[in-house]
């Protein structure tokens, strides 16, 4: 099934008032412009890596129309303009632990639970998957799937092709992690994607780089290296029990996330998944140019409009426009949805 992606380009449709001389046709929605034309104006979110939002932009972009509409005074003329806003996926890598502990009874429901995260969120994120050990001991884990939108089906073949054993080498396989995602930290420009590491693991480090116990040191470090890269890590524990609580937690906290997800079932991986994915999927949009009164922009979602300032719509500061609450929510629930803007003739009334 589709679903919706947020690193499309959404149509900002610009008008103001017309003379009823301009009847070239516009795409303001105004009455001027003909009802065909009125759903060129609507982008949808894309499922396929946001190409066919990124045409639609095009296709208006540049193309300034003449129409008919009300709301302006005699000899007033508008012309159609289109800005765009986009929202930037982010990179999750999943580092999944198949060390011999996993198995059966662990193993199982923590793959599964990956397998319907990412058929879920592919279109949101851009998933990696990084399994370790990669040998029969301390070897760390390598880039079994590198990030990319719409990976389940490549993660599923890497699961499926993976057997527990061995035993844990988190240190190194965090270390490993920094590499494959290199420095994400930004530069002042705010052009970094949003990156984060899921650790999925069923007990504490015990191979030889993490000598130091309670806690495990390197392991500690190597989460905090990634926070320093920009790179916040979560943790889940599967079964860890109170011993191994403090070791999650300090690796938790060393990258950014104060503690980690305590789990018993595939139920409540599933439910840390899906918390860490609306923590990490924005309703951001980065406009290329703000509309000069954010009144007259009307924003639909599935062809319903969405109030400006209010809890469960929009808003917009600067160059960027935010969805908040049931909007930001509905956006994020794994199912398609239809996201449009544009800027009417007149004030947006929403009944």
């Known amino acids: 099934m589709t679903r919706v992606l947020l690193n499309l380009t959404l149509v900002f449709v610009l008008a103001g008032g017309c003379s009823a001389d301009d009847d070239t046709g516009g795409r ?16 949808p ?23 008919t509409v009300s709301g302006g005074g005699p000899g007033d003329t508008c012309e159609s303009k289109s800005i765009s806003a986009h929202s930037t996926p982010p990179d999750m890598l999943i580092v999944l632990d198949k060390s011999l502990s996993m198995a059966p009874t662990r193993w199982a429901p923590s793959t599964a639970a990956v397998r319907a995260l990412t058929s879920k969120y592919q279109t949101l994120v851009s998933f990696g998957l990084e399994i370790f050990p990669a040998g029969f001991t301390c070897e760390p884990g390598i880039l079994d ?44 420009d705010n052009t970094s994607t949003p990156t984060f590491v899921v650790l999925v693991t069923d007990g504490e480090p015990n191979c030889m780089d993490d000598a130091t116990p309670d806690p495990p040191k390197n392991s500690i470090e190597a989460a905090q290296a990634l926070f320093d890269a920009g790179i916040l890590v979560y943790v889940i524990g599967y079964e860890i029990g109170a011993p191994g609580e403090p ?36 309703c951001e949009f980065d406009l290329s140019e703000v ?30 426009i935010t969805l908040t609450g049931g909007s930001c929510a509905t956006l994020k629930d794994g199912s398609s949805h239809l996201l449009a803007a544009k800027v009417e003739c007149a004030p947006v009334m929403v009944m």
């Open 291 to 320: 509309p000069a009164d954010p009144s007259y922009v009307r924003v639909t979602i599935d062809g319903d409009t969405v109030p400006l300032d209010d809890p469960d719509g929009w808003s917009i500061d600067e160059r960027k």
């Open 145 to 188: 799937v590198p990030l990319a939108l719409n990976n389940a089906a490549k993660i599923d073949m890497s699961i499926a092709a993976a057997i527990p054993i061995g035993i844990t080498p988190t240190a190194q396989s965090l270390r490993n992690a920094l590499k494959f995602l290199g420095d994400r930290t930004s530069s002042g």
């Open 28 to 43: 303001s929605g105004a009455p001027g412009a003909s009802s065909d034309d009125d759903d060129d104006t609507s982008t």
């Open 247 to 282: 070791t999650m937690n300090a690796m938790a906290m060393a990258g950014g996330t104060d503690k980690y997800f305590p789990v018993e079932n595939q139920a409540d991986l599933e439910a840390a998944f899906d918390k860490i994915t609306e923590d990490v999927v924005r």
């Open 45 to 67: 979110i894309q499922k396929d890596g946001g190409a066919a939002g990124k045409d639609a932009g095009k296709k208006d972009a540049g193309k300034p129309g003449k129409g």
